[in-house]
């Protein structure tokens, strides 16, 4: 949490000090208050004794009084002005600051916290310390001097008065903790059996056809029912315990004025004393409203607390992939990429995904990759565009390590379509126009007819001006992958990568994808992974990969002949005499 | 099929008041309790309206003690009164609030069961129009939503409304011109208030949609890591996340400044009466000789007074988030429902007719316009065609998760729109592309709701689907528990969600996809273990891989949502038409 503070700006701390004198101020004129009323009730006593009463000092006093009512009000209102600017700039700059390093990540940090969680930290967790700051900068500083001051101020009227508001403090004290005791462990289990019931009922919806299938709608209503009797019966242990906490509050504030007024029946013996009780029975609650702040500080901060550990987990994590200083000036639409000796292994595994893969794709070739789920097929090219590091030995792209290239310049020469179609809000058009591509319209439109989506993109709305709505929800899984391919061809690169792109596309289009790519960008390397044998039958070079290591390299014929693995993949999806 | 996702839909007062009164009429088995708690709410309230006025009568002792009276016998014995008092109330305000607990939890527990029986009895057709998301919402946040704000707004109103009058009677009993005082400052101190009040919503909505909007674009860019940085487009979106983000800055920086802002208003009207009532009381003790115990009484009052009043506007905000929370859950709970006829059939053979059957997931589309076929017990049925053709539609159909437009689907002769829903299910097993597998052993994955099946028969079945001795290499064998921990991959679920295919062990078989999304290698395993699922049971198969269909007795070629060629593999190739394309387009580049 103080680590996180850390990042208040100087413009801050003087505010904060601002912030500071203004309480002290604020406490000062609340205090002040009961003084001007001790006065008048002095001035009233007048009259029992038979003295004139002056109204004028009455009507002063009171005016005294009305003052620092709206001093304290507009010490307060310039108070909230600067403490939730404080907060919001705070939590403004932290956000960004995280969001930019989660940019830099890669996939290695991206999989280490999950995408849902990175997600949660840097909106939710963020959130939480701001409303924790702005509760607590107002109760912080508050309480403490609240407190002091108004004991300071009944210290020496009476030890009779000031035991009993101490009793009422402890009273205070011990009732709370007893009932954060209580609650609190059921709270966090309130989180879990939540779940529970998340979970129990988006189970009930995805195999709802299932469930409808085996006739098993009653099992999973008594599934439910059980995980709905154990929340219900957590809600109420806390209910009932929370349910303490008002009339409690109630009945020592209540128990403390009556206190003071039967003690006041014994001590009270001249007018000024009576004045004292009226003035301290305003002190003592002012007291007990201190502690009450105090207390909240402590329930708040351990949320908070625990958002800040999030927050900073994310902050201190040294980013894995380092950029290097090479700048290829000479984007020449080709490139030759050589693997020598690679080795992967994720960051803390034992076993390596990869091992020692080595060959070489030269000027305009196409390389494809096949292999079983798991053979690793996919961390391979990932490699290409560091999206990981390998591990032991290097990738070289024109002669170069890609570890050298300045990361720019390497995204630069890399067209890259992921396993599934990724799209961004916005329309069409900034999709395809998306980070440096720099394509223009004719490029833009050329790129969708190759990537075979000028059938549906000219059958939206407004053509490639057509709105996409959050994640692409209003196209379809294929239109998507289109879109996506598009992407990667309005960016001319020197090499491309398909990362198994081609599986959401049915035969045909597949088929007409790949040979208007050819055609299209013929002096491109391009990377293809694939599932069908169809798909990558043409390539110029074949790598099989079996459990991260190469069985075999070559072309379809070479390949069917000396590699058991490519034969029995290949069978499983032909019958013999096609092949 | 046409998703139609549910829009927000704009509170009105016409739905606050309908679904208040469908929220009433649903705690009405909570009606007694319900009255309890107002009685004790309401006892408990005069307690604390009572007290001050004693208070005010032992400082009127005291001030007469200074006079010389011995006094201390009258005061101690008020002293004893107002602590029974405040004990009582205590407790009265204690029970007030265990009771309405009970009620609200009692309420949202049957809410909750509600729902989930409710997911039971709506047709299918309802998922396909709403989000999953929508409706776990609905079960989780609206719920919860509903169950803290009405136990915190219904009770706060009531004893709120009850004070408020309460503290105003007695106002006026004490003193009528002290009681006009504090009315009238508090009506002034609220007027003052309402200026930063009326803005407030305007901000706290703004501030929420901006939230929203941070958080869709961090969720977009975030789940598109990869495409961002590649494609060095890191600058252009942090400069957009900048701009959103200052945006809520300034949003946060307003709504939290009022909100802040509000309490010391509120403390500030409190204050303002406080000391109207010192200054006002002065004058009138020292013009008209007024015991000094009516300032003290009424200094509690105007506590008691402006407090309510906040609260009562506090609970009426809460209360509108009820209303949203309640209108939400109700109109999940009105959905219509299906009807469910009554007859069952035993001791099925399994021969399939499809007479004329016409369908569409809404009436202006119709996806099968007229499919006819017969199926004779114990064949295998395959059932290809291009994405959209109505493949999965037609299983639906056979399932009865849908209703059909008109036609029939006749198993052994009966109109399966004549059986039960259950009587229907009970003839087939079903493997899909979606593996279905819940948290929990394997064991309790396999036998599923079949309590009377053995575990020798699992053993047996998994044995026969090729499955055991994957079971056995994992720690704890069949009561290994299958959670986010364990890495089952696709081919592993699918082998399991066959394996309990077998032991439901029903007459009929319908395979949609189920090898869909798995490497061809695993593939060929999938594939004997469902030749072992299908023997001597009428199958119904959907594949796009023409390859895992080629032995079937009968391939029926969907275009359209029509039969459009039908055959056996090798009569379909020969005749050169649709399939023969199909088939061949997976392999050549022509």
């Known amino acids: ?579 | 099929m046409a998703r139609k996702f549910s829009v927000k839909q704009k509170e009105t007062k016409g739905t606050f008041k309908s679904s208040m009164g469908k929220l009433f009429r649903y705690c009405r088995f909570q009606m007694w309790p319900l009255i309890l708690s107002v009685i004790f709410g309401t006892i408990g309230v005069a307690c604390q309206i009572v007290g001050p006025n004693l208070i005010g009568d032992v400082t009127d002792y005291i001030q007469e003690g200074l006079m010389g009276a011995d006094v201390l016998k009258q005061i101690s014995d008020l002293c004893f009164i107002l602590v029974a008092i405040y004990v009582s109330m205590a407790i009265l305000q204690y029970l007030q609030h265990f009771i309405m607990n009970n009620v609200t939890q009692n309420v949202v527990k049957r809410f909750r069961t509600d729902i989930s029986k409710k997911i039971n009895r709506l047709p299918l057709n309802y998922f396909d129009t709403h989000l999953h998301g929508d409706v776990l919402s609905r079960v989780t946040n609206d719920v919860d939503t509903l169950g803290q704000s009405m136990n915190e707004s219904i009770a706060n109103l009531l004893s709120n409304v009850i004070l408020f009058i309460g503290v105003l009677i007695m106002m006026f009993v004490t003193q009528w011109i002290m009681a006009l005082t504090v009315i009238v400052t508090t009506i002034l101190g609220f007027a003052f208030a309402s200026i930063f009040l009326l803005r407030a919503q305007k901000y706290f909505d703004q501030n929420q949609k901006n939230l929203a909007d941070i958080n869709a674009h961090v969720e977009e860019v975030y789940s598109g890591h990869n495409v961002v940085q590649l494609f060095n487009a890191k600058e252009t979106q942090s400069q957009e996340f900048g701009k959103i983000n200052r945006k809520l800055f300034f949003s946060g920086w307003k709504s939290q400044f009022i909100s802040g802002v509000m309490m010391p208003v509120m403390s500030f009207v409190g204050n303002l009466g406080y000391v109207a009532v010192c200054v006002v009381g002065a004058v009138l003790i020292a013009k008209q000789g007024l015991g000094y115990g009516v300032i003290a009484s009424f200094m509690i009052y105007v506590r008691l007074f402006s407090n309510p009043l906040s609260q009562i506007a506090q609970s009426l905000t809460r209360l509108q988030s009820t209303s949203a929370a309640a209108n939400r859950v109700f109109e999940f709970l009105e959905s219509s429902e299906f009807e469910n006829p009554v007859l069952k059939v035993e001791d099925v053979k399994g021969n399939v007719q499809f007479d004329h059957v016409q369908f569409g997931y809404n009436q202006d589309k119709i996806i099968i316009k007229d499919f006819s076929a017969k199926v004779k017990a114990g064949q295998k049925v395959a059932i290809v065609g291009p994405t959209g053709a109505g493949k999965t539609t037609l299983v639906n159909l056979l399932m009865r998760f849908y209703e059909i437009n008109s036609g029939d689907i006749r198993i052994d002769g009966i109109p399966t729109r004549f059986m039960t829903r259950e009587n229907v299910h009970a003839l087939f097993g079903m493997v899909l592309q979606d593996t279905w597998l819940f948290e929990g052993t394997i064991k309790e994955n396999l036998r599923y709701n079949n309590e009377n099946v053995t575990d020798e028969q699992i053993y047996n079945a998994c044995k026969q689907v090729g499955v055991d001795h994957f079971i056995q290499t994992l720690s704890k064998g069949y009561d290994t528990v299958i959670d986010d921990a364990i890495n089952l991959s696709a081919g592993q679920k699918q082998l399991l969600t066959i394996a309990r295919t077998m032991i439901q062990d029903r007459p009929m078989l319908i395979l949609d996809e189920a090898t869909s999304s798995v490497d061809t290698r695993t593939e060929i395993l999938l594939q004997k273990a469902m030749d072992k699922v299908m023997e001597g049971r009428t199958s119904f198969i959907i594949a796009h891989r023409l390859s895992t269909i080629k032995n079937a007795d009968m391939i029926l070629v969907l275009k359209d949502g029509d039969i459009i060629e039908n055959g056996t593999h090798n009569q379909l190739l020969k005749k050169g038409g649709f399939y023969a394309e199909l088939y061949n387009s997976q392999f050549e580049e022509k």
């Open chain 1, 1 to 579: 949490m103080f680590k996180l503070l850390k990042n208040l700006k100087w413009q801050d701390y003087v505010f904060l000090l601002v912030v500071i004198g203004l309480v002290v101020l604020q406490v000062w004129l609340d205090l002040r208050m009961p003084e001007y009323l001790g006065s008048i009730i002095g001035e009233l006593q007048k009259s029992q004794f038979g003295l004139e009463v002056d109204i004028n000092t009455i009507l002063i006093n009171g005016g005294y009084m009305l003052a620092c009512a709206v001093g304290s009000l507009g010490a307060m209102i310039i108070n909230g002005f600067l403490i939730s600017n404080i907060s919001s700039r705070f939590a403004f700059n932290i956000r960004q600051k995280v969001y930019d390093k989660v940019q830099g990540f890669s996939l290695a940090e991206i999989s280490r916290f999950s995408t849902a969680s990175l997600i949660t930290r840097t909106t939710n967790d963020i959130t939480q310390v701001q409303m924790v700051i702005v509760m607590g900068m107002q109760a912080i500083f508050k309480a403490p001097i609240l407190a002091v001051w108004s004991i300071l101020k009944i210290l020496n009227i009476s030890t009779a008065w000031s035991a009993a508001v101490g009793v009422a403090v402890l009273t205070l004290i011990v009732m709370i903790a007893i009932i954060v005791v209580l609650a609190m462990p059921m709270f966090k289990k309130i989180q879990t059996l939540t779940d529970d019931i998340n979970r129990v009922t988006r189970e009930h919806l995805t195999g709802i056809r299932v469930i409808r299938a085996s006739n098993a709608e009653e099992y999973q209503e008594e599934k439910f029912s059980k995980y709905n009797n154990n929340l219900t019966k957590a809600y109420l242990f806390t209910g009932r315990v929370m349910s303490i906490l008002g009339p409690g509050m109630t009945l020592i504030m209540s128990g403390l004025s009556l206190a003071i007024y039967w003690i006041g029946a014994y001590v009270v013996k001249t007018p000024t004393d009576f004045a004292n009780m009226m003035t301290f029975t305003t002190y003592a609650m002012n007291v007990l409203m201190a502690f009450m702040l105090l207390i909240m500080i402590f329930i708040l901060m351990p949320r908070a607390i625990v958002s800040a550990k999030r927050i900073n987990e994310v902050l201190d994590t040294e980013n894995m992939i380092v950029s290097g200083e090479y700048v290829d000036e000479n984007l020449n639409s080709t490139a030759s990429v050589v693997f020598k000796n690679v080795s992967f292994k994720y960051p803390d595994a034992e076993e390596y995904v990869l091992e020692n893969i080595s060959f070489e794709a030269h000027e305009g070739e196409t390389v494809a990759f096949i292999g079983s789920t798991g053979s690793g097929k996919s961390t391979l090219i990932n490699l290409i565009p560091r999206l990981y590091d390998c591990t032991e030995g290097e990738i070289l792209i024109d002669g170069v390590n890609v570890k050298d290239y300045k990361l720019d310049n390497l995204n630069k020469k890399i067209g890259y379509v992921p396993q599934r179609g990724v799209l961004f809000s916005g329309t069409v058009k900034s999709n395809i126009d998306f980070g440096d591509n720099n394509a223009d319209d004719e490029t833009i439109k050329k790129s969708i007819s190759v990537a075979q989506a000028t059938n549906f993109v000219s059958r939206m709305s407004d053509g490639i001006d057509s709105k996409i709505s959050q994640g692409g929800t209003n196209v379809s899984g294929g239109q998507k992958q289109r879109l996506s391919i598009a992407r990667a061809i309005a960016r001319k690169p020197e090499i491309f990568i398909f990362d198994d792109s081609f599986s959401a596309l049915d035969y045909k289009t597949d088929r007409k994808l790949r040979t208007a790519l050819s055609k299209h960008t013929n002096k491109a390397t391009k990377f293809i992974v694939a599932q069908r044998i169809g798909t990558i039958k043409d390539a110029d070079k074949i790598i099989v990969l079996d459990n991260g290591k190469v069985v075999g390299i070559g072309k379809h014929d070479e390949l069917l002949k000396k590699c058991s693995v490519y034969k029995e993949i290949a069978l499983s999806q032909l019958s013999k005499e096609e092949l």
